[in-house]
């Protein structure tokens, strides 16, 4: 297989695909100059401003129902029940994973207003953020799967199968992009890779596996019984 050919992204000078049109480490749209980076506390005091008033924005129509992501496995959206919560002494990545799952709350509900006023609030709170985890890749790669930038997702995909060749949750957002698309054959093979490397991952024991152990549950037999395999689990 030839080598995917590289280029560097014009805003943060990460290596990423020459085809891309977003980068996938600082989201920038491609072609354009490269724009001078806020100093860290100016973007903390301004994520903090953008979660604030989405919090207040979003209290009313919250609801205590687990959010889905796309193909149907749940998703728990940390701290989405009850009133809206004092985020004064949350840490900029729980800031980012507020918004995340003020955005999946949303779509489960199906008010795609609101999943479109948070998604680039999420977006950009990760952005601040620096390198990301292969947790955070796929919270920003859903977030862009719902919202329709499967080429976004996708390049999140190849950053967290980069770092970790047959990760599961890769395999999970390569199924949320194929069912947004309608792509059923792509869908079937995301289940095929996913039961591939199931019992290699999950005994590797990684954080974000223990994270989002319901939504791979859910996703592993969801997976047997569209391919009528078995893990042994």
């Known amino acids: 297989m030839n080598a995917t050919a590289k280029k560097t992204c014009g805003n943060c000078g990460a290596s990423i695909n020459a085809t891309a049109q977003f980068c996938h480490a600082c989201g920038a749209k491609q072609g354009t100059e490269r724009k001078p980076i806020p100093p860290p506390l100016l973007g903390l005091v301004a994520l903090v401003v953008v979660i604030v008033v989405a919090v207040v924005a979003y209290s009313a129509g919250r ?3 687990p959010a889905v992501a796309p193909g149907g496995a749940p998703f728990a959206a940390a701290g989405a029940t009850g009133a809206a919560p004092d985020i004064s002494n949350l840490s900029p990545r729980q800031q980012a994973d507020r918004l995340f799952n003020l955005v999946m709350t949303a779509h489960e509900q199906g008010d795609f207003g609101r999943v479109n006023q948070f998604a680039s609030m999420a977006v950009q709170a990760y952005g601040i953020l ?3 985890d292969p947790d955070a890749h796929y919270h920003v ?3 862009s799967a719902i919202t329709g930038n499967a080429e976004e997702a996708m390049a999140r995909v190849d950053s967290m199968e980069s770092a970790v060749p047959g990760h599961l ?4 957002l390569r199924n949320s992009v194929a069912q947004v698309q309608g792509d059923s054959a792509a869908s079937r093979a995301a289940h095929e890779r996913f ?4 019992q290699r991952e999950i005994s590797a024991g990684r ?3 223990l994270d989002h152990g319901s ?3 859910a996703f592993r037999q969801q997976a047997e019984r569209r391919t009528g395999r078995s893990t042994g689990g």
């Open 63 to 65: 609801s205590s129902q």
């Open 130 to 132: 620096g390198d990301l």
């Open 141 to 143: 790669g859903l977030v």
């Open 169 to 172: 949750l890769a395999a999970m």
């Open 195 to 198: 039961l591939e490397n199931y």
């Open 207 to 209: 954080q974000e596996y």
């Open 215 to 217: 939504a791979i549950e």
